[in-house]
């Protein structure tokens, strides 16, 4: 497995390097977003770890781009822990939040369990998803109503996937916060700021062909017709 690693600290690059190799990832390095870009399209990295603070460009710049052409797990890696800057991080489609200083170890598990849910994404024999005429396709990656597509980002749409495999049930916080994001104990604020992009997208590209229902302190619903 490769690794991309955006980091202008020198220091903590080398030592993200080194602490990856010994567990045999290969390791490739960027302190500036157009040299990280350009490795992205020649090394073609199946995770990214992105220092937010670069000192020439923005990390959240360079999460957009990789995002307009891949669904790789992203890391987010910053000292800031601003709940804003957390939920940019997701808005714009992290996978994954990572504070300095942190425990290597720590990094290495979330690594371990990013690259392994990408690797075993579902399987091509999983059945299209349809709540009226909402359309989910998991393997493509995929949705769209009455044949146009639209796009979601990474969180929105395993937000709505965890949804639609649930239309007419109620789905607590914890589900959600496991299946996007990975962490139940993970603040509800991402489900609430996720939940009200998608909520506009679908009233834009699928007016009425489905309708997200907040529970407060419980979780939300899905409600319309499963075809």
Not at 1 to 13: F, G, H, P, T
Not at 117 to 130: D, F, I, T, Y
Not at 183 to 190: A, D, G, N, R
């Amino acid at each position: 497995m490769k690794i991309l690693v955006v980091e202008d600290d020198l220091v903590v690059q080398e030592l993200l390097a080194l602490a990856l190799s010994n567990v045999e990832y290969e390791v490739v390095r960027a302190a500036d977003p157009p040299t990280a870009m350009q490795l992205f399209k020649t090394e073609k990295p199946d995770l990214a770890i992105l220092d937010v603070n670069l000192e020439r460009g923005n990390g959240f710049e360079l999460l957009g781009d990789i995002r307009r052409v891949s669904e790789i797990p992203v890391i987010m890696l910053t000292g800031r822990g601003a709940e804003e800057d957390v939920l940019r991080g997701f808005e714009l489609g992290a996978t994954d939040y990572v504070i300095k200083p942190f425990h290597y170890r720590e990094l290495l598990a979330r690594i371990q369990r990013h690259l392994h849910q990408a690797v075993n994404r579902p399987s091509s024999e999983e059945a299209v998803l349809r709540t009226g005429s909402l359309e989910m396709d998991p393997i493509k990656y995929s949705v769209g109503c009455a044949g146009r597509e639209f796009h979601l980002t990474p969180t929105e749409f395993r937000l709505l996937h965890s949804l639609m495999r649930r239309t007419g049930r109620v789905v607590p916080n914890r589900v959600l916060l496991r299946e996007g994001w990975d962490y139940e104990s993970q603040s509800t604020e991402v489900i609430r700021a996720t939940v009200h992009r998608l909520r506009h997208k679908l009233a834009k590209d699928a007016p009425g062909e489905a309708i997200i229902r907040t529970l407060p302190g419980i979780g939300l619903m899905l409600e319309g017709s499963p075809a």
